[in-house]
């Protein structure tokens, strides 16, 4: 999902689960392929635009696995290396659709 955004288009919404059994939602705002692996880059989601901008929102990375029945699941990425560069690349190509607007 490169390239602008419309802001009158729908969020592509997701609901996660922690480690803890804690739902939230996530809005994707882009996803990259790398090698053979799928990043998704997402930001919490609020229902109220007040607490999206009071929010001390972080850009959230997660790469895409297959389970044993073939479905995709999102997972963390464990490896800081892995997520150093993969975010970096995220922010980059974030900041070139931002900035063109």
Avoid: C, H, W
Avoid at 19 to 25: A, K, L
Avoid at 77 to 90: K, Q, T
Wanted: glycine fraction near 2%.
């Amino acid at each position: 999902m490169a390239g602008k955004f419309d802001n009158e288009m729908a969020a592509d919404l997701y609901t996660l689960v922690d480690e803890d059994g804690v739902e939230q939602q996530f809005e994707m705002l882009d996803t990259m392929e790398v090698v053979d692996d799928r990043y998704y880059a997402l930001v919490p989601y609020y229902d109220d635009p007040t607490k999206e901008i009071e929010a001390d929102t972080e850009l959230v990375v997660l790469k895409s696995e297959y389970d044993d029945n073939n479905e995709e699941t999102l997972v963390s990425i464990d490896d800081d290396d892995e997520y150093e560069r993969i975010g970096n690349m995220f922010l980059e190509r974030l900041n070139e659709i931002y900035d063109s607007e």
